[in-house]
């Protein structure tokens, strides 16, 4: 869960750093179930991974997928 | 300089967390005995078996004990949807309505057929089921929500019935302020459960809370299914 954590941070194509963050709560989702929660593990997997991750890759689909090439783009504007 | 600044700044945050959390003790059982309450899940989870009758004492808490804020939760869940309809909300003669998606493989599509009604089927059983079993309303509508995505995203010519949806959604919103009318002024307090609570473990029991958590997850879910649907439609910007 870590690793994915630190994973999304430093990915620059964004793509994989939001499918990073799914796997964050798939694990995450996981850890509530073993304690003893499973109510919040339901809502942790339904919400964290399918309609967050659907969410920011829709964002994605609208902007642009690459980071550094946003900034560029960015800096030349101003 | 700067990272002298953020150094110093982590430091004092680090320092005022330590010093919050160095006294509170971690898995000791703090929850003490009706009598001796150590905090006040003592009485929750006394009261909910015995006067209620429902098994899980989150709902219990969610529906009954604390009706009135969830009420708050689903009107800011409601506020949040119209927010984003009204921003993002396009007149179907505008321009051609569309969702772009990629074309799906026929195993995604084979497979999206067969699971989209036992999510359906997952996700009502979940709502319907909620004073029994772990979840509720609001995990029962995300479920309905995710199995309406899968369809939304694999066939292009799935489409909700958008007025359908926004009615099933106000009257269940309604619904839920007229339950607690009801309480209101039969019982005389906002949300009120009734005096007959059934058997416990039972399907019809725990007075009022199946049934508003019946509407909450028909809210939920509706509402949910008609935020990705308007999502789903934006076109991508041109640049």
């Known amino acids: 869960m870590i690793a994915a954590a630190v994973y999304a941070v430093m990915q620059k194509d964004l793509l994989y750093a939001v499918l990073a963050t799914g796997v964050i709560s798939v694990v995450l989702s996981v850890f509530f179930y073993l304690l003893q929660a499973p109510d919040v593990a339901i809502t942790e997997a339904a919400i964290g991974i399918a309609l967050t991750t659907i969410i920011f890759i829709i964002t994605i689909r609208n902007t642009s997928r690459d980071e550094d090439e946003y900034r560029d783009n960015h800096v030349e504007k101003f | 300089m700067k990272k002298l600044i953020i150094f110093i700044t982590v430091a004092v945050l680090t320092y005022t967390l330590a010093v919050t959390f160095k006294d509170i003790p971690f898995g000791e059982n703090r929850i003490g005995d009706l009598n001796n309450p150590g905090t006040v899940s003592a009485y929750y989870l006394q009261k909910a078996p015995e006067d209620l009758h429902v098994s899980n004492t989150i709902t219990a808490v969610v529906v009954n004990f604390r009706g009135f804020d969830t009420l708050g939760e689903v009107t800011v869940l409601f506020l949040a949807a119209t927010g984003l309809a009204s921003i993002l909300y396009r007149k179907e003669d505008e321009e051609e309505d569309e969702r772009i998606t990629l074309k799906s493989s026929s195993l995604v599509r084979t497979g999206a057929k067969i699971l989209f009604p036992l999510m359906l089927v997952l996700g009502l059983y979940v709502f319907i089921h909620g004073h029994l079993t772990p979840g509720g309303g609001f995990q029962g509508g995300a479920i309905i929500a995710t199995g309406f995505l899968l369809m939304l995203i ?86």
């Open chain 2, 154 to 239: 694999t066939y292009k010519r799935f489409n909700t019935n958008h007025n359908v949806m926004v009615w099933l959604e106000s009257i269940a919103g309604l619904a839920f302020v007229g339950i607690g009318l009801f309480g209101l002024f039969r019982y005389g307090s906002f949300l009120q459960n009734t005096g007959w609570t059934g058997n416990l473990n039972d399907l019809v029991s725990g007075g009022l809370i199946p049934l508003i958590y019946i509407f909450i997850g028909i809210k939920v879910g509706t509402e949910l299914t008609n935020v990705l649907d308007i999502l789903l439609k934006i076109k991508p910007r041109k640049n």
